[in-house]
Structures are given as structure tokens and as C-alpha cells.
């Protein structure tokens, strides 16, 4: 399995209720893409075939809805296929997409996690 953490939820210009400019998403998502990219470098997994993927928010404030906070992760998961982990991110690949909550009461215990595993 592999375990990518960051100390920070996607960024709200990520989500699925974002109004940001277009160009103001694209320089974050390239930004939150390279951020995984790094991390998977950082483990140099093997290649996988197919996977399920689980996101676990610590979070302290409201909840981002599930399927916001799968759009924000977009970028991460994006960066499987680009690193060469997984062929692509379709259903053929991606088996499952898990979102847990966890409550944290301070905003220094805030943190997104994102672990893949093999299916």
C-alpha cells in the first residue's frame, strides 16, 4: 500500500464548488499534481494494476461534502498515471474511491490522506 500525506486539504480552488478563474485552478492544480508527484518519488512503488483509493480528512471545520473533496484529490490522482503507477485513472484501473472523516479539534491537526492500494 501506499500512503501519500500532506498537512493541508485540498485546496478550496480544487472542490467541486469552486468559482475561481480558470487560470487560477490551473496553477493550483499543477501545483497540488506536482505535490503528489514528489511524494510518490519519495516511495518509488512498483507499478500496480488496478486499485482502490481511500481519502482520510482530518479536519476540524465542516466537512467538505464527499464528492467535493474527491474533485479536489483530482490532481493526486492524476499523478498515479503520470508517474506510471496505474495506466489511467477510468474505472478500469480505479476499482474504488473511499472518503473517511476523522474530526480533529485544532487546525494544526488538519491533514489529507491518501492511500492506494492494490485491488
Known amino acids: 500500500m501506499i500512503r501519500?500525506?500532506?498537512?493541508?486539504?485540498?485546496?478550496?480552488?480544487?472542490?467541486?464548488?469552486?468559482?475561481?478563474?480558470?487560470?487560477?485552478?490551473?496553477?493550483?492544480?499543477?501545483?497540488?499534481?506536482e505535490s503528489a508527484y514528489f511524494r510518490l518519488m519519495e516511495q518509488d512503488p512498483d507499478p500496480m494494476d488496478k486499485v482502490r483509493v481511500k481519502y482520510i480528512a482530518h479536519w476540524c471545520g465542516k466537512p467538505i461534502d464527499a464528492d467535493n473533496l474527491v474533485k479536489g484529490m483530482k490532481p493526486a490522482l492524476d499523478a498515479l498515471t503520470e508517474y506510471g503507477l496505474i495506466e489511467d485513472d477510468n474505472p478500469e484501473f480505479v476499482k474504488g474511491i473511499e472518503v473517511e472523516y476523522h474530526r480533529v479539534k485544532h487546525k494544526n491537526e488538519i491533514k489529507m490522506i491518501m492511500e492506494v492500494a492494490e485491488a
Open 4 to 33: 501519500i500525506e500532506w498537512d493541508y486539504m485540498p485546496p478550496p480552488a480544487l472542490r467541486g464548488n469552486s468559482r475561481v478563474h480558470w487560470s487560477v485552478r490551473h496553477k493550483v492544480t499543477k501545483q497540488f499534481k
